[in-house]
């Protein structure tokens, strides 16, 4: 059974910084895209940020030179650097991952975490 772990949620201060950590674990082959997804209360779930295995990245705009996206492909984790963080940046954060662990890719998603800005 795949599992998706986050941790490093938290409340912090306007323009303090968190990084999120999401562990893939179980019998895994493979893994494509990590990312991490964000909702809001009231709000749909947004792409924050993700990266492919071979390194590339996308961003949001709304958090481009804030945030840093980044994986570990032997411990099969992915990191989000927050910086700069501002109270609009506070949602239950997703990570989220395409798996291959025998039957092909399959989207995975953790149980998510928290993140709390205060002004």
């Known amino acids: 059974q795949v599992r998706l772990v986050e941790s490093g949620g938290g409340l912090v201060q306007s323009g303090g910084s968190l990084r999120l950590s999401c562990a893939a674990s179980?019998?895994?082959?493979?893994?494509?895209?990590m990312g991490w997804y964000r909702q809001a209360p009231g709000r749909e779930r947004e792409l924050v940020a993700r990266i492919r295995s071979g390194g590339d990245t996308k961003y949001a705009d709304s958090v481009k030179g804030r945030f840093t996206i980044s994986r570990d492909n032997v411990k099969n984790i992915v990191y989000l650097q927050m910086n700069t963080l501002k109270p609009e940046d506070t949602a239950v954060y997703y990570c989220?991952?395409?798996?291959?662990?025998?039957?092909?890719?399959?989207?995975?998603w953790g149980q998510g975490t928290q993140v709390t800005i205060s002004t």
């Open positions: 989220n991952a395409d798996i291959d662990y025998g039957l092909g890719y399959r989207n995975h």
């Open positions: 179980g019998r895994i082959l493979s893994i494509e895209n």
